[in-house]
């Protein structure tokens, strides 16, 4: 079975406290430094892996979706129990970029009959 996060990038469990795991949560940083600088999710992840960040153990390439879940994470904030990683103006910033960038028109009403 393949091995899966259950901690976020960025952090670490060590004893039975969660903690920052300090290279991870500069990589989270500067992802959204690069996100709100105008990059594009894919162009975070190509430069992820070009810069040889590993964000899974077994996995040296990243991708957009892995980016997203970073950029999505409340978890950065110092939500519960994990530490704050990111300013809450980053984080919003962040996420209105993203809605603006949503291009996601409902299908046509005219249409949805059909579908």
Request: net charge positive; glycine share 6%.
């Amino acid at each position: 079975m393949a091995w899966q996060r259950t901690i976020p990038f960025g952090y670490r469990m060590e004893q039975g406290t969660l903690g920052c795991e300090s290279t991870e949560a500069e990589t989270v940083k500067q992802i959204f430094s690069m996100y709100l600088a105008g990059h594009s999710m894919k162009r975070i992840a190509e430069a992820m892996t070009e810069q040889g960040v590993a964000y899974h153990r077994d996995k040296p390439c990243w991708n957009k979706n892995m980016v997203k879940r970073i950029l999505d994470n409340r978890k950065y904030l110092g939500d519960g129990e994990y530490p704050r990683i990111i300013r809450d103006e980053d984080f919003f910033a962040a996420q209105q970029l993203k809605e603006s960038k949503n291009r996601y028109a409902p299908c046509p009403t005219n249409i949805a009959p059909i579908k």
